[in-house]
């Protein structure tokens, strides 16, 4: 599809309640180069721009409006060793750092399970309290098979834990998505 068709489709979408034109995948950044020319092009015509990443590829970010990271926990994983868990945590860390380096609006979202360690998710508070002015989505996951939700006494035992580091930036958030059974 050439460019100019892409931008007819855009335009065609486009309602009076558009918030920014959103980047999700898949992993967008994969194809960095790509999306920085739609993006350049979307900022010329007044859009604004949402990216939705894992966080894998820090080098790759420039400037959105928008941009939501997800921190991967260990026990998200099946199987991971450990340090291809800390590459992966440290790539999630810097690339929320180049973002807000940017002066994207940035935050990073976490899925929490019955299982997760609140000094974990505490210490990522405080990674991010590092960097600077950042907001943490907390989201219980959705309960699938031998996966379970936390309760809500720990959700609001992390929120506080992270409160100590990002005070009042930290949210509830839920999977949207998959309450709604579109994924």
């Known amino acids: 599809m050439d460019t100019d068709d892409k931008f007819n489709i855009i335009d065609s979408l486009k309602t009076p309640d558009l918030f920014a034109v959103s980047f999700t995948g898949g992993e967008p950044l994969l194809y960095f180069k790509e999306l920085k020319e739609i993006v350049e092009i979307l900022k010329d015509k007044g859009y604004k721009t949402f990216l939705e990443s894992n966080g894998m590829f820090p080098d790759r970010v420039f400037y959105f409006d928008i941009a939501s990271i997800d921190i991967k926990l260990r026990e998200h994983f099946n199987n991971i060793k450990e340090e291809e868990y800390i590459k992966l945590y440290r790539n ?83 999977q949207m998505h998959k309450y709604l059974g579109v994924l």
């Open 92 to 174: 999630e860390i810097k690339t929320i750092k180049n973002l807000y380096n940017l002066n994207s609006a940035v935050y990073a979202k976490i899925v929490i399970m019955e299982n997760t360690n609140i000094n974990t998710v505490k210490e990522i508070a405080k990674d991010l309290s590092d960097i600077g002015d950042i907001t943490l989505c907390i989201q219980p996951v959705t309960p699938y098979g031998y996966i379970k939700p936390p309760s809500k006494r720990k959700l609001f035992e992390i929120m506080g834990a992270c409160g100590e580091y990002l005070k009042d930036n930290v949210m509830l958030t839920i």
